[in-house]
């Protein structure tokens, strides 16, 4: 495929969905080392980076390990848009810019950004133009939903429009804004635009094992595809989705040791960078409750995790849960 983004040439790359309060730079890395292609930050808000806003910098922070890596903004007001993803490759150098034309979420959408945009096409068209003049020769991709709601299904001629504004790739996720992360994604439409337009589209929604990816690549023209929630509860899915697609072959997870590794990994990690333990630990609790979901006895450990706050108290868990689990083993042998 002829692209200005270099990791389609022959290949079919496995993207880490940009997730608010979860893609951060210690995810992103136990997913990159697991087998992810392509990571994006979190979304950053263009007019946080054009005040300069301190926090809107954490957002920015990257490992040169993490490449090919794209910085994704959201905004409406398309001079701000342009200053700030200049602004954003002066700083850190991204591989490429993503645009965000698809959070549902109402604080994004009440300013007009995400979402929004697919019911205002002429803003999104100022926007997505001045982000490609302004950053040239960078790539910039762009992500979407299918439509605002059911009636309004439109991604097919928002996606020719981006073609035409200079986007070089586009992630479609298969549901509409009304629709949030309820329901199903209707691949069908993420299929027509495949179908329609010459850059790279990249299948975002329901991808949950690599019989999936399989099948969604076999029936749509997609180039490549974006894994979200599952990858929350289970980073060693791209490994899993690689290996499936080379081989027809399903690989088992990680032993339930290894799994335990990533999240004390993860944890300490996270620690560390908030450089305040006990929020650090409370801040994850979510995203244990992610981790916990293909566990055995999962109802038990999220009953745990609902009340942690230290780093001792994960290890002990992980400690306890472990020996149970020899014990059964042993018991079922005997």
């Known amino acids: 495929m002829d692209t200005a983004l270099p990791w389609f040439n022959d290949a079919f790359p496995l993207y880490l969905a940009p997730m608010a309060g979860v893609t951060d730079k210690v995810f992103r890395q136990i997913c990159k080392r697991y087998g992810a292609d392509v990571?994006?930050?979190?979304?950053?808000?263009?007019?946080?980076?054009?005040r300069r806003n301190e926090r809107t910098h954490e957002y920015l922070d990257f490992d040169h390990c993490e490449r090919p890596l794209g910085v994704q903004l959201f905004g409406a007001d398309a001079t701000h848009m342009a200053e700030a993803a200049k602004q954003v490759v002066d700083w850190v150098a991204p591989d490429f810019i993503d645009l965000n034309f698809g959070c549902p979420v109402n604080k994004v959408v009440a300013k007009n950004g995400g979402s929004a945009l697919l019911k205002d096409c002429p803003t999104l068209t100022s926007v997505a133009k001045a982000v490609v003049q302004a950053v040239a020769p960078l790539p910039v991709t762009a992500k979407i939903r299918i439509g605002w709601d059911a009636d309004s299904i439109n991604a097919v001629r928002v996606a020719e429009i981006l073609q035409e504004c200079g986007i070089a790739a586009l992630a479609v996720h298969g549901r509409t804004r009304a629709q949030g992360y309820s329901g199903e994604a209707d691949w069908r439409v993420i299929g027509e635009v495949a179908q329609t337009v010459a850059i790279p589209v990249i299948g975002n929604g329901d991808l949950f094992s690599p019989q999936e990816v399989a099948r969604r690549r076999a029936e749509t023209k997609i180039a490549g595809v974006m894994i979200g929630r599952a990858a929350m509860s289970a980073p060693w899915i791209f490994g899993q989705i690689k290996h499936y697609l080379a081989t027809g072959e399903l690989?088992?997870?990680p032993e339930l040791s290894e799994r335990w590794d990533v999240i004390i990994e993860h944890c300490q990690a996270h620690a560390k960078n908030w450089g305040d333990e006990e929020q650090a630990i409370r801040s994850m609790r979510a995203r244990l409750m992610a981790y916990s979901k293909n566990f055995p006895a999962a109802k038990v450990l999220r009953e745990k995790f609902q009340h942690v706050s230290t780093l001792s108290e994960i290890e002990a868990i992980a400690h306890d849960y472990l020996a149970s689990v020899e014990s059964l083993e042993l018991s079922s042998v005997m």
């Open 251 to 253: 690989l088992p997870p």
């Open 39 to 50: 990571l994006v930050t979190e979304f950053v808000s263009a007019e946080g980076v054009f």
